[in-house]
């Protein structure tokens, strides 16, 4: 099963494209300790997330073991170890753009679907209402008919109170009912009371709770909606590249500065090095740093000269590695559930890109040796004047 993991994070797969490719792929399976090729999957695909659930916590230490056989490889130096660059991006959720109509929507649906599976019948489910509702709340918001959009709005509004009401009638004096409709009952009344523009607390996905909204001030995506990631990679560049030394979810979206000496500790736990100089953006600054003197900020100016100012600039090279673990990896949107699933997805996503850089690395010396072989054996007919 962690070898299935793994596969899945360097191929860029979903769990069901890494179960089918692995009863096609003889080397999958030799890579999971198969010794005869097998023509069925041997397990259930649900298997890999009650695997990923087991594991835990324990999933840095595939992270460790990608960074061993880096080393063992040559591909990552110790030295690499010693000067890093920080930084933090949002892992965003499988989910649609929060508006108000969609998560009304989302909530009448919830609730009918829970309903019918504890047989509660409801007095009326409002579904093709509630589509409706929800349809044209859009068309209306993209023709600027605020005021018929509101009228939607309160139309899907009064709806799902129906429906909470008529749920909590019927439930009432019923303890497992009770129990088993208690989260989603208060998920539904937040979405129904949230405006707009309110402060503060607000859902924005009815499945997923733990969603924020994170701005990063982007010009294309203003707001992103997932969790926030904490990223480490060496500032110098190794042999084979620039591999993740640490990777982390962060949630409730703290701030970057409060969480350096956190990410700096685990990362020598992880690599066994201790850091003498980390790089990072503006965003960390008033950092709680053990040793602020060897954090560098984007911009400084003082005591950065000769070799600091030279690695202050490959900063952003940080950049490029978020972007290989979004597109390439499953950074770019996590289909896992809850916050497990989003600590579990970030770190995967680490060392599926660590594996790439390792067999990137290993292609490249595949290719040194056969031109070295090949010059080699056309080394004698080109000295030998006879032949």
């Known amino acids: 099963m962690i070898g299935l993991l793994l596969l899945k994070h360097i191929y860029g797969l979903s769990d069901e494209g890494a179960c089918e490719r692995w009863v096609h792929d003889p080397y999958f399976q030799f890579f999971t300790g198969e010794e005869f090729f097998q023509h069925a999957f ?4 649900s298997d890999l997330s009650h695997w990923r659930k087991r594991l835990g916590d324990k999933l840095e230490r595939l992270l460790a073991e990608s960074l061993r056989v880096a080393h063992t490889a040559g591909a990552l130096r110790s030295q690499d170890l010693k000067l890093v660059t920080v930084d933090t991006t949002v892992q965003p959720k499988a989910i649609s753009f929060p508006t108000d109509a969609k998560l009304l929507h ?5 609730l009918n679907r829970l309903a019918r599976k504890h047989g509660v019948r409801l007095r009326q489910s409002y579904a093709r209402v509630a589509k409706s509702a929800a349809m ?21 509004r009064s709806r799902l109170g129906r429906i909470i009401r008529d749920i909590r009638r019927k439930t009432e004096g019923q303890a497992a009912l009770e129990e088993a409709f208690a989260l989603p009952l208060s998920r539904a009344a937040q979405i129904r009371s949230q405006q ?13 709770p733990e969603v924020e909204c994170i701005g990063k001030g982007k010009a294309a995506s203003p707001h992103e909606f997932g969790v926030k990631a904490s990223i480490v990679t060496n ?13 982390s979810s962060l949630p409730d979206n703290p701030y970057d500065g409060h969480t350096l000496r956190d990410v700096l500790d685990r990362t020598e ?12 953006d503006k965003g960390y600054r008033g950092h709680n740093a053990q040793n602020p003197r060897r954090v560098f900020i984007s911009g400084q100016k003082r005591g950065v000269f000769g070799v600091i100012k030279r690695e202050l600039r490959r900063r952003s090279a940080i950049e490029p590695i978020i972007g290989h673990l979004k597109t390439e990896g499953h950074l770019g949107r996590c289909h896992l559930k809850g916050r497990a699933g989003d600590a579990a997805n970030v770190v995967l996503s680490a060392v599926g890109h660590n594996f790439r850089r390792i067999l990137a690395w290993f292609r490249e010396l595949l290719r040194l040796l056969l031109v070295s072989l090949s010059r080699t054996l056309n080394c004698p007919a080109q000295l030998n004047p006879a032949s």
């Not at 989302?106 to 919830?110: D, K, M, S, T």
């Not at 068309?139 to 309160?154: G, S």
């Not at 309110?198 to 997923?208: I, T």
């Open 235 to 247: 500032n110098r560049r190794a042999p084979g590249g620039l591999f993740v030394l640490h990777a």
């Open 42 to 45: 041997p397990h259930e695909r």
């Open 106 to 110: 989302a909530a009448i649906r919830g």
């Open 269 to 280: 736990t992880l690599t066994g090095c201790a850091i003498e100089r980390a790089y990072v």
């Open 196 to 208: 707009q523009r309110q402060r503060g607390f607000k859902l924005y996905s009815f499945h997923a």
């Open 136 to 156: 044209m709340a859009g068309r209306y918001a993209h023709a600027k008919q605020f005021n018929r959009h509101q009228r939607q709005l309160r139309i899907l």
